[in-house]
């Protein structure tokens, strides 16, 4: 019984301490510096941007900067094997040190081409041709109501 008790003792101790702690983050960087990133439409900051995160999953970011192409990328946030179900009960809430998971996310920006005005109007002019052969739908006759 003494035993227990001492065991009982101890795992209220342990459960009142700040065991097990995971910090996630992300920083993303951008070649050039400088781009505003935005997470899921949200603005996080310019690049280098770093964010802490609680979800492992997709997530989708936009990098812009004045001069270069805007740049949309769906990235794969994937979990670690200490965060799979069962073990991160564990690493979450028994095991007795912090784990800090840290990731990094480097993206290349393109610079801004510019498109001749010459082609630009090509392009009007062969979409109008497009249109103008669509045709209008054929619409079906209602079908006759029958008391």
Not at 43 to 61: D, K, V
Request: hydrophobic letters at 40%.
């Amino acid at each position: 019984m003494k035993r227990s008790a001492w065991l009982g003792v101890l795992l209220l101790l342990l459960a009142g301490t700040s065991i097990g702690c995971v910090t996630r983050s992300y920083t993303i960087t951008t070649d050039p510096p400088g781009a505003v990133v935005y997470r899921n439409h949200v603005p996080i900051g310019q690049s280098p941007a770093e964010e802490n995160f609680l979800y492992y999953g997709n997530y989708h970011f936009t990098i812009v900067m004045e001069g270069y192409e805007t740049l949309q990328v769906d990235q794969l946030i994937d979990s670690p094997w200490y965060e799979y179900p069962v073990i991160d009960f564990f690493s979450e809430n028994v095991w007795p040190f912090k784990v800090r998971d840290a990731r990094a996310y480097h993206f290349q920006l393109q610079p801004l081409r510019q498109v001749p005005q010459d082609e630009v109007l090509n392009r009007a002019r062969n979409l109008r041709g497009r249109g103008q052969t669509i045709g209008a739908p054929a619409v079906a006759p209602p079908a006759p109501i029958t008391p």
